[in-house]
């Protein structure tokens, strides 16, 4: 008798994500005091173009009482400072915690004294020595090494413990132009993937046929965003429910709905639950005015700081999620929303940092959903390529 194996949990593609972020730097081998100057210089250079957070622990022996209402046993204080807001919290933050607060930011720095990160900066400090050698074991991915001072140079301990060390950039600690100047670059090129998402999986009820399926370009139109969509993305899919998939040409890739009865919502989770670190263009197939002009523009305005980038609606001036990049960091966003009770992606976007467009030509967004809308497209798309026929 063969026996299958017995699989705990579910295969999930997992984000890469480190002890806070996707892109994180412990910084470590100089006093503190260092440390916090250099991060200070750092992120006062990528603050207007990143979100950039900077994570540490106290520096004193002193026994230090819980401030305010933590003091009384609450488990959670919140104060609104004006010109920032204060969270303490009373309990221990586990891992998965640490994540979920710094989710938003496109950069996080760390005081490697205290805390461990993914990716690590050393600093070369001769008073540090002794400090830096037990912290060997957290040097797993070292991408920059510091001098602090011109006559030293990098300990033996390190170019053991740090085999391609040769291969990594070294600069002084007072070249601030070059430590910026290799932020910038590592954030340019951790700039998320962008796919393509097709959405044809609705049940096209007011339509009274598959929308997907209708032919306004001389193909359906499932196919007509996806092929529009190639020149922009890495790889595009067409969103579909699971019967549906055998319908779909095989030359195109076909990513079914993972989360059941919740419309375009869950085709964009079940995209981000396939490929959770890439960017998502989402693309409804309802919008058969579509033009270059309208994708070339979104992708030009994408801010991949920015939760989403979507257009406005002319219609209500509210977010039009169906036409929308989502970045990554969105994923937990729109999980945290369905886990209040709500599916509407749009609002998402409308309580979200959306970076919201305006488009250059509102009718390029008009949606088709009932016959009626059919007919009164088909006549303008006749009208407006009669005269080039001529």
């Not at 002890?19 to 916090?36: S, V, Y």
């Not at 210089?41 to 819980?66: F, G, M, N, R, V």
């Not at 805390?115 to 920059?144: C, D, F, G």
């Not at 209708?214 to 969509?229: F, M, P, S, T, V």
């Amino acid at each position: 008798m063969i026996s299958k194996e017995h699989k705990k949990h579910a295969k999930l593609a997992r984000p890469a994500i480190g002890h806070f972020n996707r892109n994180e730097w412990a910084i470590l081998g100089a006093p503190c005091i260092n440390i916090k100057l250099l991060a200070a210089d750092i992120i006062a250079a990528l603050s207007l173009q990143y979100k950039c957070a900077y994570a540490d622990s106290a520096h004193t022996d002193e026994i230090i009482l819980p401030p305010g209402r933590l003091a009384n046993g609450a488990m959670l204080e919140y104060t609104d400072q004006i010109n920032n807001h204060q969270f303490n919290f009373g309990l221990g933050l586990k891992p998965m915690t640490f994540r979920q607060q710094f989710a938003d930011a496109d950069l996080v720095l760390v005081n490697g004294n205290h805390q461990p990160a993914k990716s690590q900066v050393v600093i070369v400090y001769e008073n540090k020595m002794a400090s830096l050698r037990k912290r060997l074991s957290q040097l797993t991915n070292v991408e920059l090494i510091l001098l602090a001072d011109t006559e030293i140079d990098i300990f033996d301990f390190i170019k053991e413990a740090v085999p391609n060390w040769q291969q990594i950039p070294v600069y002084r600690l007072e070249e601030s132009d070059k430590i910026i100047g290799f932020f910038k670059s590592k954030m340019q090129q951790a700039k998320p993937v962008l796919n393509g998402l097709v959405l044809a999986g609705g049940q096209s009820l007011r339509m009274g046929t598959d929308k997907g399926k209708l032919n306004w370009h001389g193909k359906e139109q499932r196919y007509y965003i996806a092929d529009a969509l190639k020149q922009y993305c890495d790889d595009v899919f067409i969103s579909c429910r699971a019967d549906q998939r055998q319908d779909i040409l095989p030359e195109y890739n076909t990513l079914p709905d993972t989360f059941s009865d919740l419309g375009p919502f869950g085709a964009i989770l079940s995209a981000f639950r396939e490929k959770p670190d890439s960017a998502w263009f989402v693309v409804a197939c309802d919008m058969p005015l579509l033009d270059a002009d309208t994708f070339n523009y979104l992708i030009e305005n994408r801010n991949t700081s920015s939760l989403a980038t979507a257009y406005e609606s002319g219609a209500d001036k509210l977010p039009e999620p169906l036409i929308t990049i989502w970045e990554p960091k969105s994923y937990p966003v729109l999980l945290s929303f369905l886990a209040q009770g709500y599916s509407c992606p749009r609002k998402v976007l409308i309580n979200s940092d959306t970076n919201l467009l305006q488009p250059l030509n509102a009718d390029a967004l008009t949606n088709v959903n009932t016959a009626e809308d059919f007919e009164r497209i088909k006549h303008h798309l006749i009208h407006k390529t009669a005269p080039s026929q001529a």
